[in-house]
């Protein structure tokens, strides 16, 4: 038992060392993980704002963002290298993100959902919480779209980056989510015309 020790060790220590070598982009694009779990899951009931923000100064070249829906993670890469990520959500069963390559189509702060949202009267009282389009809008309702603040679009067919509830697992309506803070960074520094990759 005694012998086998420096092998149990010598084998973590090549899956850590190999698995800190999984960050630049080739890795990343080809797939390249040591594992990946099927779903990270979490209480969809709290919202996540995990991810970080490393954009030396000077640093130029093409910005890329590559969407992860196994992970549901979001990295972002300025001339190859990779300078920020951040937990996403993206679309649930019935509504699931399309993979593939898009690129950023328009940016608005403020967007809101022309197909989801809430239905209220005159006064401001919510009459239907979670609205889709097609329903039956009642006497006097009004549609209200749900936030998508700091809005990318990736397709004409309304799926969008922006800001949202995030718990790391699949929970959107095909859009990518992501948290308030993240949102905001991607948001400022994403150029419209941006590569965007979906797996």
């Known amino acids: 038992m005694k012998r086998s020790l420096p092998i149990i060790a010598t084998a973590l220590a090549l899956l850590v060392t190999a698995c800190t070598k999984q960050n630049d982009l080739t890795t990343t694009?080809?797939?390249?993980?040591?594992f990946r779990p099927d779903r990270i899951r979490i209480d969809p009931g709290k919202a996540v704002s995990y991810g970080y923000w490393d954009l030396p100064a000077g640093l130029?070249?093409?910005h890329l963002i590559v969407?992860?829906?196994?992970?549901?993670?979001a990295k972002y890469y300025v001339?190859?290298?990779?300078?920020?990520?951040?937990t996403i959500s993206s679309g649930k069963a019935g509504h699931i993100t399309p993979k593939g390559?898009?690129?950023?189509l328009s940016k608005d702060a403020d967007?809101?959902?022309?197909s989801y949202g809430s239905i209220v009267?005159?006064?401001?009282?919510?009459?239907i919480s979670n609205y889709e389009r097609g329903m039956d809008i009642p006497a006097g309702g009004v549609y209200e779209g749900a936030p998508m603040t700091n809005g990318m679009q990736l397709t004409t067919s309304g799926i969008w980056m922006h800001e949202g509830l995030v718990t790391s697992a699949p929970e959107s309506h095909g859009c990518i989510r992501l948290p308030k803070e993240m949102a905001k960074i991607f948001f400022d520094n994403t150029?419209?015309?941006?590569?965007?990759?979906?797996?």
């Not at 001339?79 to 951040?86: A, E, H």
């Not at 009267?121 to 009459?127: A, F, I, Q």
């Not at 150029?191 to 797996?199: L, N, Q």
């Open 29 to 34: 694009l080809s797939g390249g993980y040591m």
């Open 60 to 62: 130029t070249g093409e």
């Open 67 to 73: 969407i992860d829906t196994q992970l549901q993670q």
């Open 79 to 86: 001339g190859g290298r990779q300078v920020g990520m951040s």
């Open 101 to 104: 390559t898009f690129k950023v």
């Open 111 to 114: 967007h809101r959902s022309s």
């Open 121 to 127: 009267d005159k006064y401001g009282n919510t009459l």
């Open 191 to 199: 150029p419209v015309g941006t590569p965007v990759i979906i797996r």
